[in-house]
C-alpha cells in the first residue's frame, strides 16, 4: 500500500509548483522515450481568468501592441464568459522558443497534468516540427519581435498622435487575410543584382543604339501593341499580379510615411505568423488531443495517477471531442478536436489492426506497425487539406457518418451529393479536405495593375471561385480602406475563375461620387 | 524540469489601454446612451455602474467577406441517418446554412451588454456639460474615509498593541493561574541565603532542602506560566468612518404644466442630476422630495414627477407653500441640510409672483442652505434675454430675492452647457461652510 501510494504523482486535487513539476517529469518521460516527440524548452506559466481573458483579446499573444479593437474584442468575451455562454480554455500555448504554455490557475492537479501533456508537448512538439510553423514562423524571434512591435506602435502614437496610428492600423486589420504569402515565392533578387542588371541593360541599349529607328513613323496598331508592351513591362517590375495586399501597400505605396510602411509590416508580419495555426487546426489539436490521451492512459497503467483523477481527465477529454450531428442544437460545425483525434487513433489503428478495406485504401501505412513514426511523419509533413485528403480512412467516414451537401444559392434546396457509401467515400473525403483549405475559402484578391507614372489608379481582381461574390457593404467599407493606403482611386473587379468572364465592377472612385 | 512563472501577481488591467481607446471610439455612441439613461433613468441611479449595448457604428471592422447568397458550395457534415444521395433537403430558414458557425455568436448580439464602471459613466455625463477638469474631479471622487478607534481586536499589527489593555489582562491571567511573584521568590532566596550563611545543623538542612525544592517548584510554575502571552494581547481596532456629512434633503420643484415640453424637462432634469450628485459627494444621506404644480402642488414620486403631465393653470407659490409644509413635517432644519433646486419656464398667474417672493424671503430662504431656480427658455430667446433683468414676473419677483440672499442662484438655460453656471457660486462657497462646521 505504502509503495503504491509513492508511485501517485498526486493525489489531492489541489496543486502547487512541486505536484506539477513532478507530474512534467513523468510526463516528459512518456513523452521522449515513448513517443519520440522533439519539443522546444517549456515555460509554464500559472494565469488568473482575468489574464486569460486578456490572451484572448490580444488574440493570444503575450505581449501586443495597442488598439480599441482588442478593446472590443475582451469586452466581448468577457460578456459572454460572464453570462455563462462560453467557458474559458484551461490553457493557452504560444509558438515561441522556448514554447510558453499558460495555466489557468482554476484547474484542479488533474486537469493541468491533462493541459500540460497536451499543450507543453503535444501543440509544442507540432510547432517545432510541422512544415508550416517551420518555413513561415520564427519561434525564436516572435517575442522580441512583438516586445519591438508594441514598443514602435506605442512610440508612433507618442509622437504621431492616436487617431493618425489608429487610422493605418484599422485599414491594416481590414486587410490582414489578404497581407499574408500562400505560396513561396522565388526569392528575391537582391538590390545590388537588380541594379547590376539594370546596368547591364542600359549597356546594351548604348551599344546598339540607332537614330534610324526614331525616324520611323508609328502606326496606330503598332502603338497599341507598345501600349500593351509597355502595361506588361511595368505589371512585371512591380512583379504584379501580387496576392498579398498588404506587402504591395508597404512597399509600393506612394503616399504612406516610413513609419506607416513599418505600422503594416507589424500587422502583416502577425497576420503570417498566425497563418499556419489557421491552416492545421484539425491536425493541431488533433495531435495534443492523442499526445494527452496516450501520455495520460500511460500514466494511468503505471499506476501514477488515480483511479479518481483518470476519471475526471477522461471526462474533461470526452467533453473536449465531443462532435454533436449536424441535427443537433448544439451543432457548432465539424469539431476539430473530434476530429483530428479520430484521425490520429485511425492510423494508429490502420498501422496495427488493419482491415482489408485499409489494406486497400492506404498500402504504404496498413499494418507497418510502427504507428509512431507513422504519426511524427504525418504531423512533420502536412497541413489539413493534404492530411485528410491522405488519411480519412473509409471507416472514419462511416463512424462519423459524414455526408456531403450541394448547396446552389439559387436553389431553394440542398442536395445530398454523396455519403458514407463505396461510392461516396472519394468525394466526400475531397470535399472535406477542400473545405479545411484556409486559402480557397477566403477571397482571392490580387492586385493586378496600376500605372505609376499615370493616374495610379489601383487594380485589384476578385477571382471569383464557384461563383461566390463579396459581401457588398463590407467590400465597399474595406475597399475605402484600401484606398486611404494607396492614396489614389482603387477599382475591384470581380472576374469568373474558370469563364474569365467580368461578374462586377466597383471603385472608390465611383462612390465617392 | 520546465521554468515556472507565476504570473497571477502580475499587475491587472493589461487591456485596459485597450479598453479606453475602445470607449474613445464608441464616445458618441455611448454618450446617446447615457443621455437616454438620463431621461429615463431615477436622478440618483446615474451615479454607478451601467450595462450598455455594444455599439455599432464606428466600432465595425471591415473585411473582404464572401457574401452568403451567392454562388455553388459544399458542406460536409456528420451524422447522417437516413439520407442517400440524390435526396434534397429544403434550406434551413432564412440566411445562411446549418454550418456556418458565425449564426450561433449572431444571435446572442442583440442582448449584448458590457458594464461601463461609475467613472466611465461619469465622464460621459460630464461631457458636454462643460464643468471644469476640477470639479469633475471633485464630483467622481468616492466618499473618503478616517480610521476612527473602535474598541479592541485579538489581531492586528504591532504598532497598534494596546498596552494597557494586554497588561491588564496579562496580570488578571497571572493571578488566575497563581504565578509566583517575583518578590515572593526574593524573600525565599533571602532565607535560602540567611540559612546557608547559619551554622550548619539538621533542622536548618531540612529546612534548607524543603526551601530549595519550594523555590525550584516556584521556578519551575513560573516559567511553565508565561507574564505575558500571546492571549492577552489587544490590538486597538479601528473602523474606516466616513468623514462627517449630515443629512441632506434636496427639493426638485418643477412646473408640469403643458407649456414644459420634452426638451425643457430633460435640461431640467440633468440640472437636477448634476445638483444630486453634488450632494451626494457631500453628504451621506440625500433624500430627494419632488414637488410637481400647476395651480396646485403635490409631492409625487419620480416617475410621476417626469413623465406625467397634469392640465391646470400655473401658480407657483403652492409649490413653495407645500415645500414649506413638508420641511415643518419632516425635515426640521437643525437636522438636515436643505437644498432646493426649481425648475420652471418662468411662467406664472398674475400677481402670484410677488407671493412667491414674499414666501421666499419669509421663512423659506432662512431654512434652505440653498436654492436655485433655473428658467429654461428657448435657445432663440438667449439673445434677446442676455444677462438682462428684463423677462418674465416671476424672474423679476426672484430678482429682489437673489440681491437679498447669497444662498439664492438664479439662471436661464437654454442649452445643457449653460447649466454649470449655476453651480459655481455653490463651488465657491465651499470653504467658508467647511470652516463653519
Redesign the interface.
Known amino acids: 500500500m505504502g509503495e503504491r501510494a509513492s508511485k501517485l504523482l498526486f493525489e489531492s486535487s489541489d496543486w502547487n509548483f512541486d505536484k506539477i513539476s513532478r507530474a512534467y517529469d513523468a510526463i516528459e518521460g512518456i513523452a521522449v522515450e515513448d513517443l519520440h516527440l522533439d519539443t522546444y524548452p517549456n515555460q509554464l506559466e500559472i494565469i488568473s481568468s482575468e489574464q486569460m481573458l486578456d490572451a484572448y483579446s490580444s488574440i493570444g499573444m503575450p505581449l501586443m501592441y495597442q488598439h480599441w479593437s482588442f478593446g472590443k474584442r475582451f469586452v466581448f468575451e468577457e460578456h459572454l464568459y460572464r453570462k455563462g455562454h462560453r467557458g474559458l480554455a484551461y490553457e493557452l500555448v504560444i509558438n515561441s522558443n522556448p514554447c510558453i504554455t499558460y495555466l489557468m490557475e482554476e484547474n484542479t492537479m488533474a486537469i493541468q497534468a491533462l493541459v500540460t501533456a497536451h499543450a507543453a508537448f503535444g501543440h509544442n512538439h507540432f510547432f517545432k516540427n510541422n512544415y508550416l510553423f517551420r518555413q513561415w514562423t520564427d519561434a525564436g524571434a516572435i517575442l522580441s519581435y512583438m516586445d519591438f512591435a508594441k514598443k514602435y506602435v506605442a512610440r508612433c502614437e507618442e509622437r504621431y498622435g492616436l487617431p493618425a496610428v489608429e487610422a493605418i492600423l484599422d485599414s491594416a486589420h481590414a486587410l490582414m487575410e489578404q497581407g499574408v504569402f500562400r505560396y513561396r515565392r522565388p526569392p528575391r533578387l537582391s538590390s545590388e543584382k537588380e541594379r547590376e542588371r539594370a546596368r547591364e541593360r542600359l549597356e546594351y541599349e548604348e551599344q546598339t543604339y540607332s537614330d534610324l529607328w526614331r525616324t520611323l513613323p508609328k502606326s496606330g496598331g503598332e502603338g497599341g501593341a507598345d501600349a500593351a508592351d509597355e502595361a506588361s513591362e511595368r505589371r512585371r517590375k512591380l512583379n504584379l499580379p501580387e496576392e498579398n495586399l498588404l506587402y504591395f501597400l508597404e512597399k509600393t505605396s506612394i503616399v504612406l510615411e516610413p513609419w506607416q510602411r513599418e505600422l503594416l509590416r507589424i500587422v502583416r508580419v502577425v497576420a503570417q505568423y498566425f497563418y499556419p495555426q489557421r491552416q492545421t487546426k484539425v491536425m493541431n489539436e488533433g495531435c495534443a488531443t492523442f499526445v494527452h490521451y496516450t501520455i495520460m492512459n500511460k500514466l494511468f497503467d503505471q499506476e501514477r495517477i488515480s483511479e479518481g483523477a483518470m476519471l475526471e481527465i477522461l471526462q474533461s477529454h470526452s467533453n473536449v471531442v465531443f462532435q454533436p450531428a449536424f441535427d443537433d442544437p448544439r451543432y457548432p460545425g465539424l469539431n476539430p478536436y473530434a476530429l483530428g483525434f479520430a484521425l490520429m487513433q485511425d492510423i494508429q489503428r490502420i498501422c496495427t489492426e488493419p482491415t482489408a478495406e485499409d489494406r486497400d485504401w492506404f498500402p504504404d501505412i496498413a499494418g507497418n506497425g510502427d504507428w509512431r513514426d507513422t504519426l511524427l511523419d504525418a504531423w512533420a509533413n502536412h497541413r489539413d487539406e493534404s492530411f485528410i485528403l491522405q488519411y480519412l480512412s473509409p471507416t472514419l467516414m462511416r463512424k462519423f457518418r459524414l455526408f456531403l451537401l450541394a448547396d446552389k444559392a439559387s436553389n431553394s434546396y440542398l442536395e445530398v451529393a454523396s455519403i458514407h457509401n463505396e461510392r461516396g467515400y472519394e468525394n466526400v473525403r475531397a470535399a472535406l479536405a477542400r473545405s479545411y483549405d484556409v486559402s480557397a475559402n477566403q477571397p482571392n484578391i490580387q492586385v493586378v495593375d496600376v500605372d505609376l507614372l499615370g493616374d495610379r489608379h489601383l487594380r485589384l481582381q476578385h477571382n471569383v471561385k464557384n461563383g461566390i461574390l463579396l459581401d457588398e457593404s463590407t467590400r465597399d467599407a474595406t475597399l475605402r480602406h484600401v484606398r486611404h493606403l494607396w492614396g489614389y482611386d482603387v477599382s475591384l473587379i470581380g472576374v469568373d475563375a474558370e469563364t474569365g468572364a467580368t461578374l462586377y465592377e466597383c471603385s472608390t472612385a465611383a462612390t465617392d461620387g | 524540469?520546465?521554468?515556472?512563472?507565476?504570473?497571477?501577481l502580475?499587475p491587472?488591467d493589461?487591456?485596459l489601454?485597450?479598453?479606453?481607446?475602445?470607449?474613445?471610439?464608441a464616445k458618441e455612441e455611448l454618450k446617446q446612451v447615457i443621455k437616454e439613461r438620463v431621461k429615463s433613468g431615477r436622478i440618483a441611479d446615474l451615479d454607478a455602474q451601467h450595462s450598455v449595448p455594444?455599439p455599432d457604428q464606428d466600432?465595425?471592422?471591415?473585411?473582404?467577406?464572401?457574401?452568403?447568397?451567392?454562388?455553388?458550395?459544399?458542406?460536409?457534415?456528420?451524422?447522417?441517418?437516413e439520407?442517400?444521395?440524390?435526396?434534397?433537403?429544403?434550406?434551413p430558414g432564412s440566411g445562411g446554412?446549418?454550418?456556418e458557425?458565425g449564426a450561433?455568436t449572431g444571435g446572442?448580439d442583440d442582448d449584448?451588454?458590457?458594464v461601463l464602471s461609475r467613472e466611465e459613466v461619469l465622464d460621459l455625463f460630464f461631457e458636454d456639460l462643460e464643468l471644469p477638469d476640477m470639479v469633475k474631479l471633485s464630483l467622481k471622487e468616492a466618499v473618503t474615509f478616517k480610521p476612527r478607534r473602535a474598541g479592541f481586536a485579538t489581531t492586528g499589527s504591532p504598532t497598534n498593541i494596546n498596552v494597557g489593555r494586554t497588561m491588564r489582562n496579562s496580570y488578571g491571567r497571572r493571578i488566575a493561574l497563581r504565578r509566583p511573584k517575583t518578590a515572593e521568590m526574593e524573600a525565599l532566596t533571602h532565607e535560602i541565603a540567611a540559612l546557608e550563611a547559619a551554622p550548619n545543623q539538621d533542622a536548618v538542612r531540612d529546612r534548607l532542602e524543603a526551601l530549595r525544592q519550594e523555590l525550584d517548584a516556584l521556578e519551575r510554575r513560573r516559567r511553565r506560566i508565561a507574564y505575558v502571552d500571546p492571549v492577552d494581547i489587544r490590538f486597538n481596532r479601528f473602523e474606516p468612518q466616513p468623514l462627517p456629512n449630515a443629512n441632506a434633503v434636496m427639493f426638485c420643484l418643477m412646473d408640469v404644466s403643458s407649456s414644459m415640453g420634452e426638451r425643457e424637462k430633460d435640461l431640467a432634469k440633468r440640472f437636477f442630476v448634476l445638483l444630486h450628485l453634488f450632494l451626494k459627494r457631500r453628504y451621506e444621506r440625500i433624500d430627494i422630495v419632488f414637488i410637481r404644480h400647476t395651480h396646485e402642488a403635490g409631492e409625487v414620486d419620480e416617475e410621476t414627477f417626469f413623465y406625467s403631465t397634469q392640465s391646470g393653470g400655473t401658480v407657483v407659490s403652492t409649490a413653495l407653500e407645500e415645500m414649506r409644509r413638508i420641511i415643518q413635517a419632516r425635515y426640521p432644519s437643525q437636522e438636515w441640510n436643505i437644498y432646493a433646486a426649481q425648475a420652471s419656464d418662468g411662467d406664472n398667474i398674475a400677481g402670484d409672483s410677488e407671493r412667491c417672493a414674499s414666501l421666499l424671503h419669509g421663512e423659506l430662504m432662512q431654512l434652505c442652505q440653498y436654492y436655485a431656480y433655473v428658467e429654461i427658455i428657448d435657445e432663440r430667446e438667449t439673445e434677446i434675454f442676455g444677462a438682462t433683468d428684463n423677462g418674465t414676473s416671476l424672474w423679476r419677483a426672484y430678482r429682489t430675492v437673489e440681491d437679498k440672499w447669497p444662498n439664492f442662484q438664479m439662471t436661464r438655460i437654454a442649452r445643457p452647457s449653460d447649466i454649470y453656471p449655476v453651480f459655481r457660486k455653490l463651488f465657491a462657497r465651499q470653504p467658508t461652510m467647511q470652516m463653519s462646521r
Open positions: 524540469m520546465p521554468n515556472f512563472i507565476d504570473r497571477r502580475n491587472k493589461k487591456s489601454g485597450n479598453r479606453r481607446r475602445f470607449l474613445k471610439r455594444m466600432t465595425s471592422e471591415p473585411s473582404f467577406q464572401h457574401s452568403r447568397g451567392t454562388g455553388q458550395r459544399e458542406h460536409v457534415l456528420p451524422g447522417n441517418r439520407f442517400s444521395p440524390g435526396d434534397r433537403i429544403p434550406k446554412s446549418a454550418n458557425g450561433g446572442s449584448f451588454q458590457f
